[in-house]
């Protein structure tokens, strides 16, 4: 099948969705460097910034949420590929004279690697900045080792908290201990029907067949921890996927959680408000209160057919979080 697409030279993709995105928001975002993504009104320097890093082709995701209660930069790297270490430190010391940065890094191999090596690039010049390390897939088991389970959609719900800790003025270690609590009780589980093409070469990322769905696979085309299904109903699907996140999470009668449901690029919003009912009830008959949620496209995978859904356990002082305001292109809070 010949890919439908509206693009130019395929090689010019990232820097013009880029040129465009900060054209389009330009009251919030602003292009520097190339790939460097930052807030247009910058916050004031005795507050913690707080970073991330990731290929593009997800969008809204990362760059999105770029913005006043949220990131303060996000470093691109091409489509489904992390940036280099060098362009990540350059971000790292455009912040250097905050109170200290957080850097936000998924668990993929390229983030990870490159992530780290720009840390460590930066504590030798004297940067103020540690790092948290998103892991929030169960497909592999939630008891898997941390290196198994990667960073998924899980990472913007992350950022909210975390940036609103640094907008509140928590100092760095504040910071990274409320992004760290927030990260022991956030699950991820993702369902694919439907795989994306590569937009740079046509090809697809992976194959299903067209009666099959896998509970499980990754962001890039990775295998999943069930694979692959005859297609299950919407309510089937949430059920099986809710009930597994609930447990991931060690949710309980009488506590309140987080759910968000994130489409893969071509789940339609129907779709996606059926699996939240049915997901919210499963809920509500164990006694689990849904005391924030969303229902939208955060981070895709281009025109992947399937969603995520996102649970994470909140406390008092994460709901306050949550809650608190934010003013990113794809992320508002009044």
């Known amino acids: ?125 004297g940067i103020n900045v540690k790092s948290v390390l998103t892991y929030d897939d169960i497909a592999p088991g939630a008891k898997a080792p941390i290196e198994d389970r990667r960073g998924l959609g899980g990472c913007i719900s992350l950022i909210k908290v975390a940036g609103a800790a640094a907008e509140a003025g928590l100092s760095l270690d504040e910071t ?51 694979g692959p299904q005859p297609i299950a109903t919407a309510d089937e699907t949430a059920e099986v996927m809710v009930k597994k996140l609930a447990d991931a999470v060690a949710a309980k009668s009488g506590e309140k959680v987080m759910l968000l449901i994130n489409g893969s690029g071509a789940t339609t919003l129907m779709e996606m408000f059926i699996v939240f009912r049915k997901a919210y009830r499963v809920l509500e008959e164990l006694g689990i209160k849904v005391s924030a949620s969303r229902c939208e496209e955060i981070l895709t995978v281009q025109e992947s057919g399937g969603f995520q859904m996102i649970l994470a356990v909140l406390d008092d002082e994460l709901q306050k979080y949550f809650d608190a305001p934010a003013n990113a292109p794809y992320w508002v809070v009044k």
């Open 176 to 226: 990274l201990a409320v992004a760290e609590r927030f990260n022991q009780r956030i699950a991820t589980l993702a369902v694919t029907m439907k795989t994306a093409t590569h937009p740079q070469s046509g090809d697809y990322i992976s194959t299903l067949p067209d009666d099959q769905m896998e509970i499980g696979m990754g962001q890039h085309g990775e295998g999943g921890g069930t």
């Open 1 to 125: 099948m010949v890919m439908k697409k509206f693009l130019n030279d395929p090689q010019d993709l990232t820097p013009e969705l880029l040129e465009g995105y900060t054209l389009a928001y330009s009251q919030k975002v602003k292009l520097v460097s190339g790939k460097i993504v930052m807030r247009a009104n910058p916050k004031s320097k005795d507050k913690v910034a707080v970073v991330t890093l990731g290929g593009a082709g997800h969008e809204p995701a990362l760059s999105g949420y770029v913005g006043e209660g949220m990131l303060d930069a996000s470093v691109v790297g091409d489509v489904f590929a992390a940036p280099g270490a060098p362009k990540i430190l350059e971000a790292l010391r455009l912040l250097k004279d905050y109170k200290g940065i957080l850097l936000v890094i998924l668990n993929h191999a390229g983030d990870v690697m490159n992530g780290n090596m720009a840390l460590e690039m930066a504590k030798k010049e």
